[in-house]
């Protein structure tokens, strides 16, 4: 079996919406970090890994204007989760760029993800059959950070129209997934999926921000 798929062939959606509940609502991603917004710093990190970006979010896409990237929102209702998400990717990918044959989904509120995230990722899927490939750091699976061939999206809108587990390793249970480990330590001393759900998890980035070298 070849495993291996071009990063030419990637499209990165980034999961740049969600409720923020825990965060006191709005727009997380787009709160300050290091002097930018949270999201900025996400894709400084992603630009250099990946060709073609699309942001994920729902409700007025004017908000996300400053960023020159197209907005999809969730194709299905009901705030069905990052898998609403990753299917939005899926779908853009298929109607708009027939050389597409993967999407990596990539959290919005993780500004410290591996800088080889999508290289490594692309590596460990066969270059022959569909297989999600999902990240892992410290034994525990980051599963919103992923490679999801393009091939699934059918069955995957089918799964949540259907009304079935919007949690994401119930869908992946039904095909076959590859884990990839990466390293636990990072410069800013944090694990590298660290994602900032409350404000005091923020308050930790801003710190870790602070500690890196400019």
Not at 53 to 63: F, Q, S, T, W, Y
Not at 120 to 131: E, F, G, I, Q
Not at 164 to 178: E, I, M, T, W
Request: aromatic letters at 6%; proline letters at 7%; a negative charge.
């Amino acid at each position: 079996m070849t495993h291996g798929v071009a990063v030419s062939n990637i499209m990165a959606c980034v999961l740049a919406g969600g409720q923020s509940r825990r965060m006191g609502g709005g727009d997380k991603t787009l709160l300050e970090l290091g002097g930018r917004s949270m999201l900025e710093v996400v894709l400084d990190r992603l630009q250099p890994q990946v060709g073609d970006i699309v942001l994920n979010a729902n409700g007025d896409p004017e908000r996300f204007a400053g960023f020159g990237l197209p907005v999809v929102a969730d194709p299905v209702g009901g705030y069905a989760g990052p898998l609403a998400g990753i299917l939005a990717g899926l779908g853009y990918a298929r109607a708009r760029h027939e050389d597409i044959s993967y999407v990596v989904s990539v959290a919005g509120d993780t500004p410290f993800f591996p800088s080889d995230l999508v290289a490594r990722l692309c590596t460990a899927v066969p270059a022959d059959k569909p297989v999600i490939a999902l990240a892992s750091s410290r034994n525990k699976l980051h599963p919103v950070f992923g490679l999801w061939p393009v091939a699934l999206a059918d069955d995957l809108r089918a799964w949540l129209e259907s009304g079935q587990s919007g949690k994401v390793l119930a869908f992946v249970d039904r095909h076959d997934s590859v884990e990839v480990p990466f390293d636990a330590e990072t410069a800013t001393g944090l694990d590298p999926f660290f994602n900032a759900n409350r404000p005091d998890d923020l308050d930790t980035a801003r710190r870790a921000m602070d500690s890196l070298p400019s």
